[in-house]
């Protein structure tokens, strides 16, 4: 034991000596959670609107008059002719092109169906549905208004029915985005962190030759691998604080759920990415191979965590690969505990399976730290 | 001089897939010798070092450190061993004092025997004025001098040295010598490589690896009256031109 308390020791002096090392350990996390909190937004906002109006009547230029109103809607260029407009969209200067047919407003009156051009740049997939909705809830509300003038206009006694849909959103009732955002963006920091930090840890006592000397020492291998991750599951833990704080202070993020749940499970969490940063350790020469390696895993796990990409989307054999994706958990975790306040017994299965892995990669980073070559 | 031997080394052979970078060495050491372990680059010497230190298994052949198999026992070796590399690894990022409590207490020295030795190092190499400094500030000599007394913390039987004295000037490789023969006079074994042929004069007994083999184990003084030579230089070219 006492063995372990001088690792521990050595470790702390090393990183608080490292006058270039703390900054990056304890602000540029913090950047980046103020930083993409703000700008990783599913909204699609500022859409350059061009529009061609064969029509010229009242209600075509209250229809535009409807885009103008709405926030998401920017720029607005009207073209004469729709080559114009086409011409626009292939030098990227119009997102949406809407071109209002000849006699609309007389085809309106008719009460004939119409049909009006929508163009929109689906280079972006997914920022074209979503621009695609908020278009066609536009021209809904337009078309509702305008049915019910002219039912009160024609004294109709039959009204038209209208069925509405009333969407309820629970947990995030104003759906805000940063809401969302930040939990999964925390995970990020405190994973990428603890990650980098040990992968490059035994790498660097490698590069020096200092692990040569550990290893001609009569040191147990699992103290040594403790002693090392240890002052790395402090950080990890004094990041997940600093950002809770922050996410209170700057977002205003709720913690419905327990606040010890929280730590109690970020404490485990932490065990998986540093065994895992370990197990990286072991394998490469050079910091430079941990880096990008770790990094390799960094990104795949991300992009397959449910944090900017909803699970649930992704075709089945990736869904599969994401029960081994610990972000994954962290993410789901956080969100739950945060936003839905879930308790112990919810967040169980995730719990489980995050334990697991925690004695499944540490087993492998004491496994494959050989003393001997 | 002490007839108790504490490195047997029978036919020891390491193999790197089809290169056999060590070929069936033999030899034996004994207690408070100064044993000179020399050869060119690439004739082996550090692979066979690596496998009396207990950090690479041997393919084949037999060894025994310090009353231990190198098979079995690395772990009780490393107890009764020193270690310094050619890297002397230190940390460059701890002061010295530092340095002396991490290894002391790797080694598993009680809390006050740490602090005696670490004052005892620091008085006897006049480190005074730099125990709270960076050893990476030091000049190499000086970490050379300080990574030995550390190697030499928990009193170990035998002090395995790799290249100790390479990079640093004539006067300091001197002194480096005479804390050898300091360490030897207390009775600790001292097994050391070198590229210096000068720093083997100084030794009891040289062996001298060529291509893997021990070509030749003796006292300077026979080794040079069996080749004809007047300077251990003169053997050394003979042996490795051969």
């Known amino acids: ?35 993409l909190s703000n700008a990783a937004t599913y909204e699609i906002n ?13 209600t075509s230029r209250a229809l535009i008059d409807k885009f103008r109103a709405s926030t998401f809607f920017d720029v607005f260029q009207v073209f004469p002719h729709p080559k114009e407009s086409d011409l626009a969209m292939l030098q990227g200067e119009v997102d949406v092109v809407l071109t209002i047919p000849e006699h609309f407003e007389r085809d309106l009156w008719k009460d004939k169906n119409i049909d009006l051009g929508v163009t929109i740049n689906a280079i972006d997939g997914a920022a074209a549905g979503v621009e695609n909705v908020y278009i066609t809830q536009i021209i809904k509300t337009f078309n509702k208004n305008l049915s019910v003038d002219m039912v009160q206009l024609s004294n109709n006694t039959v009204r038209p029915v209208l069925i509405e849909g009333i969407p309820l959103f629970w947990y995030n009732k104003t759906l805000n985005y940063k809401t969302f955002m930040v939990p999964g963006i925390l995970v990020l920091l405190v994973t990428m962190i603890t990650l980098f930090l040990s992968g490059m840890n035994i790498v660097r006592e490698k590069e020096m030759g200092t692990l040569e000397q550990i290893n001609v020492t009569p040191i147990k291998k699992h103290h040594f691998i403790i002693g090392k991750l240890f002052p790395f599951w402090v950080i990890g833990m ?20 327990s606040l010890a749940l929280m730590y109690f499970y970020t404490s485990i969490y932490i065990l998986v990415i540093l065994g895992m940063g370990l197990f990286i350790s072991n394998f490469t020469d050079t910091q430079q191979q941990a880096m990008f390696i770790a990094w390799f895993f960094v990104v795949i796990f991300i992009l397959m965590s449910g944090l900017f990409t909803p699970i649930e989307s992704m075709p089945k054999w990736a869904q599969f690969l994401t029960e081994f994706n610990p972000i994954k958990y962290f993410v789901e975790i956080m969100r739950m505990v945060m936003l839905k306040g879930s308790g112990l017994t919810d967040i169980l299965p995730q719990l489980v399976k ?4 925690a004695v499944i990669m540490n087993a492998m980073a004491v496994w494959s730290y050989k003393k001997i070559t | 001089m002490k007839e108790e031997t504490v490195i047997k080394v029978e036919g020891l052979t390491k193999v790197f897939g089809d ?9 034996h050491v004994r207690k408070g010798e100064i044993f000179g372990f020399l050869g060119a680059n690439g004739a082996g010497k550090t692979t066979a070092m690596k496998m009396l230190i207990g950090i690479s298994s041997p393919s084949s052949g037999s060894a025994n450190v310090a009353g231990f198999d190198v ?9 009764s061993i020193g270690y310094m590399s050619q890297k002397f690894a230190l940390y460059d990022d701890l002061t010295v004092k530092e340095n002396i409590r991490f290894f002391g207490g790797i080694y598993g020295l009680s809390k006050n025997r740490i602090s005696q030795k670490s004052n005892l190092l620091i008085e006897e190499l006049g480190l005074e004025k730099v125990a709270h400094s960076l050893v990476g500030s030091l000049p190499l000599g000086w970490k050379q001098k300080i990574a ?7 009193d170990p039987k035998i002090v395995f040295l790799d290249e100790p004295t390479g990079g640093v000037d004539p006067i300091t490789r001197r002194q480096f010598w005479e804390m050898i023969y300091k360490a030897a006079n207390n009775g600790t074994t001292i097994f050391v490589t070198t590229h210096y042929m000068d720093e083997a004069e100084y030794c009891d007994r040289v062996s001298i690896m060529v291509d893997g083999n021990i070509e030749a184990l003796d006292t300077p003084k026979n080794l040079k009256t069996h080749f004809g030579s007047d300077s251990m230089n003169d053997v050394f070219l003979k042996l490795a031109r051969s």
């Open chain 1, 1 to 35: 034991m006492r063995v372990i308390l001088y690792i521990i020791d050595k470790e702390f002096r090393q990183i608080f000596r490292n006058k270039g090392m703390l900054p990056i350990i304890f602000i540029l996390p913090l950047l980046q959670l103020v930083i």
């Open chain 1, 46 to 58: 500022n859409i350059s609107f061009g529009y061609v109006d064969n029509d010229h009547t009242h």
């Open chain 1, 238 to 257: 004094g990041l997940l604080t600093i950002g809770l704080v922050m996410a209170k202070l700057i977002f205003a993020t709720p913690m419905l759920g």
């Open chain 1, 354 to 357: 995050t334990a697991l892995y």
């Open chain 2, 19 to 27: 290169f056999t970078a060590v070929n069936k060495i033999s030899f």
């Open chain 2, 71 to 79: 098979y079995t026992q690395t772990e009780d070796i490393k107890k």
């Open chain 2, 148 to 154: 030995f007394s550390v190697s030499l913390l928990h």
